[in-house]
Every structure is written in C-alpha cells, then in structure tokens.
C-alpha cells in the first residue's frame, strides 16, 4: 500500500503555494454573505413547508360528469328524446 502521507503533503504545498497567490484585495462574502445565504434557505424552506400544508387540504376529488355517464346517442335518438321532453299545445293551457 503507498504511503499517504507523501501525497498530503504534496497537496498541502499545492494548497498553501494556491493560499499565497490569492489577492488579499478581493472581497469575499464573509459572515454577512453567509447570513444572507442562510437568511434565504430558511425562507425557501418556510415557503415549501407553507406550500405543503395547504396542497394537503386541497381536495382532488373531482364530481363525475353526468354526461360522461350516459351512452352516446344517435341523432335520430337525440330528436325522439327531445319531442317527448316538450310539451304538446293541447295539455299546455295557461289558466289565468
């Protein structure tokens, strides 16, 4: 089995050689930027908790279409149905 030590060390001069050449001029996000970041997960994770709770009441039970339920009809069905719903003049006398 190699020795690991060997190439840790060898990837902490990398590291370290890497450390020096950062510019200590840059900004970096620091405390604030890590406040904000956190500040953010936990309003998304507030809002996707929020949206959970009311999607469960939601109630997706749709109502059968009475429509769907009946068989198709031919028109020449559609028209005896529709004679035998409209009243005859004969039997529709308005008293008044």
Do not use: C, Y
Request: glycine share 4%; net charge negative; aromatic share 6%.
């Amino acid at each position: 089995m190699p020795d690991m030590s060997a190439s840790a060390s060898l990837a902490m001069t990398h590291l370290v050689s890497f450390a020096k050449e950062v510019d200590e001029d840059k900004v970096t996000p620091g405390v604030l930027g890590f406040i904000v970041f956190a500040a953010m997960a936990l309003a998304v994770w507030a809002l996707m908790k929020s949206m959970s709770r009311h999607m469960n009441r939601v109630d997706f039970t749709q109502v059968p279409d009475p429509k769907a339920d009946q068989p198709e009809q031919s028109p020449a069905d559609a028209d005896a149905n529709a004679a035998e719903a409209e009243p005859s003049s004969q039997g529709a006398k308005k008293q008044g």
